[in-house]
């Protein structure tokens, strides 16, 4: 069974910069793709960023040009770096990997944009 670890969540003032991190206890190359949602209070867990082995990436239009992901193939971790942080990217960010249909989540992670 595939587990999903976070980290780097927290607490960080508009416009900052915020990296979260998801190990993974396999090859991310077992997976068809990955990535991360996020679920604000009161909002519908959304798709956030994901990422394909066939190389194919997708934003949510709300954080593209702000938020990246990218992956290290020889830690098995995903990363979600995400500048120009905003208050209403507050939320809990989940990572997730898809195992050909199957999909497993991580526990989450709160990240709190905020003055």
């Known amino acids: 069974q595939v587990h999903l670890v976070e980290s780097g969540g927290g607490l960080v003032q508009p416009g900052g910069t915020l990296r979260v991190s998801c190990v993974v206890s396999?090859?991310?190359?077992?997976?068809?793709?990955m990535g991360w949602y996020r679920q604000g209070a009161g909002i519908e867990r959304e798709l956030v960023a994901m990422?394909?082995?066939?190389?194919?990436?997708y934003y949510l239009v709300s954080v593209k040009g702000r938020f990246t992901i990218s992956r290290d193939n020889v830690k098995n971790t995903m990363y979600l770096q995400m500048d120009s942080l905003k208050p209403e990217d507050t939320a809990v960010y989940y990572c997730y990997v898809n195992d050909y249909g199957s999909i497993t989540w991580g526990q989450g992670t709160q990240v709190t944009v905020s003055s």
């Open positions: 396999a090859s991310l190359f077992s997976f068809s793709g």
């Open positions: 990422t394909t082995n066939s190389g194919s990436d």
